[in-house]
């Protein structure tokens, strides 16, 4: 049995890893063309389009994954099906289980890919493609470190040490220089949010700088009007989708902290945290594209009928997503709810199988 999990599990990952390069090549020709437009735009030249392109491929991989475990399974078992090689293990005595545990052998280790794609790899890639991307197009506007953000506006020189997603940002410090290029002001803000086209800062720190000394005072909320917008530093927000399982809990708990909504953050860490469980359930529904009422029809007709599924199952994932973060639903069940629904049918499906 040892020889046919190797059988079964070498075609299922190959057929896997060519509809993954199939995937990544349309996505990363789309990224690339739509890149096109910033082109020229400060110091954005072509071979940095391209690089960037090429950092964000872990990220596109990593989100695609569940539909590329699918469309591998389907299409390895099917090349065996297509070659009467499945026949003949039924013929010898290999019950459907045994062949569809040989195929979650290899779930096991796609499980374990998408973890390190996720974890590791995407995180790291995405972040450095931001900053890359951001720094050649900011110009004179920015420059990004691992310390956060830094610009300038007028006089003042701003640092910002959290970039959040829709318009919040954190540790805010504002340097106001005057035309001698000395020291005016200094505003230090926990917090900031970008309301009506201006910044409200929380829990303010305003110092004045004279030759007579340093008089600090304490602000509950202060209005900032600044050229600065989210739009602009964007490029360097950390979306949910993003951060490590570790980063997302941080993030989770510096919000909560600050009093501001996590919930983004919070559907993130669970779909994280039931992403390798759904590429095992992609690949467990595959059976009944085999075995089941489809085992009649052409490979070409199991991969449509497999990629409508892939896209199925992902819009149903944004659909409860979205609906979950509108109508308050805990984000465990908008996360987990889209794969025990796959996960039910596949098992439907299976059990009809003879």
Same mark, same amino acid.
């Given at each position: 049995?040892?020889?046919?999990?190797?059988?079964?599990?070498?075609?299922?990952?190959?057929?896997?890893?060519?509809?993954?390069?199939?995937?990544?090549?349309?996505?990363?020709?789309?990224?690339?063309?739509?890149?096109?437009?910033?082109?020229?735009?400060?110091?954005?030249?072509?071979?940095?389009?391209?690089?960037?392109?090429?950092?964000?491929?872990?990220?596109?991989?990593?989100?695609?994954? &569940?539909?590329?475990?699918?469309?591998?399974?389907?299409?390895?078992?099917?090349?065996?099906?297509?070659?009467?090689?499945?026949?003949?293990?039924?013929?010898?005595? *290999?019950?459907?289980?045994?062949?569809?545990?040989?195929?979650?052998?290899?779930?096991?280790?796609?499980?374990?890919?998408?973890?390190?794609?996720?974890?590791?790899?995407?995180?790291?890639?995405?972040?450095?493609?931001?900053?890359?991307?951001?720094?050649?197009?900011?110009?004179?506007?920015?420059?990004?470190?691992?310390?956060?953000?830094?610009?300038?506006?007028?006089?003042?020189?701003?640092?910002?040490?959290?970039?959040?997603?829709?318009?919040?940002?954190?540790? *805010?410090?504002?340097?106001?220089?005057?035309?001698?290029?000395?020291?005016?002001? *200094?505003?230090?803000?926990?917090?900031?949010?970008?309301?009506?086209?201006?910044?409200?800062?929380?829990?303010?720190?305003?110092?004045?700088?004279? &030759?007579?000394?340093?008089?600090?005072?304490?602000?509950?909320?202060?209005?900032?009007?600044?050229?600065?917008?989210?739009?602009?530093?964007?490029?360097?927000?950390?979306?949910?989708?993003?951060?490590?399982?570790?980063?997302?809990?941080?993030?989770?708990?510096?919000?909560?902290?600050?009093?501001?909504?996590?919930?983004?953050?919070?559907?993130?860490?669970?779909?994280?945290?039931?992403?390798?469980?759904?590429?095992?359930?992609?690949?467990?529904?595959?059976?009944?594209?085999?075995?089941?009422?489809?085992?009649?029809?052409?490979?070409?007709?199991?991969?449509?009928?497999?990629?409508?599924?892939?896209?199925?199952?992902?819009?149903?994932?944004?659909?409860?997503?979205?609906?979950?973060?509108?109508?308050?639903?805990?984000?465990?069940?908008?996360?987990?709810?889209?794969?025990?629904?796959?996960?039910?049918?596949?098992?439907?499906?299976?059990?009809? *199988?003879?």
């Amino acid at each position: 049995m040892k020889l046919l999990d190797r059988y079964i599990g070498i075609t299922v990952a190959a057929s896997t890893l060519i509809v993954l390069l199939v995937l990544l090549a349309l996505f990363s020709f789309g990224s690339f063309v739509s890149e096109l437009d910033s082109v020229g735009k400060g110091d954005y030249t072509l071979e940095l389009a391209a690089e960037y392109v090429l950092l964000t491929l872990p990220r596109s991989a990593y989100e695609l994954f &569940p539909v590329i475990a699918l469309l591998g399974s389907v299409i390895g078992l099917g090349v065996l099906a297509s070659n009467n090689e499945l026949l003949v293990m039924r013929a010898a005595g *290999v019950s459907v289980g045994r062949i569809t545990v040989s195929v979650m052998k290899v779930g096991v280790l796609w499980m374990m890919v998408s973890l390190i794609l996720g974890e590791f790899v995407a995180p790291l890639s995405d972040r450095y493609a931001k900053s890359m991307h951001s720094a050649a197009l900011a110009e004179r506007f920015a420059m990004t470190s691992q310390n956060g953000l830094w610009a300038r506006d007028g006089q003042n020189f701003i640092h910002i040490s959290d970039v959040l997603a829709n318009g919040l940002v954190g540790g *805010v410090t504002i340097y106001e220089f005057d035309d001698k290029q000395r020291l005016q002001e *200094v505003t230090q803000a926990r917090t900031g949010q970008f309301v009506g086209g201006k910044w409200l800062l929380q829990q303010v720190f305003l110092s004045q700088i004279a &030759p007579s000394g340093v008089e600090t005072q304490h602000l509950q909320n202060m209005e900032w009007r600044s050229l600065l917008t989210p739009e602009m530093i964007d490029v360097v927000a950390v979306k949910p989708d993003s951060l490590s399982f570790k980063g997302l809990l941080d993030y989770i708990r510096y919000l909560r902290d600050n009093g501001l909504s996590a919930e983004h953050y919070q559907l993130a860490l669970w779909n994280k945290i039931v992403m390798p469980v759904t590429t095992a359930v992609m690949m467990f529904i595959s059976i009944p594209f085999i075995f089941g009422p489809l085992r009649s029809v052409g490979i070409g007709q199991r991969i449509f009928v497999g990629t409508l599924m892939g896209i199925g199952f992902y819009l149903l994932g944004q659909l409860f997503g979205f609906a979950g973060l509108l109508y308050r639903f805990p984000t465990s069940v908008s996360a987990i709810l889209p794969t025990l629904l796959f996960f039910v049918i596949a098992v439907l499906l299976v059990r009809r *199988v003879r």
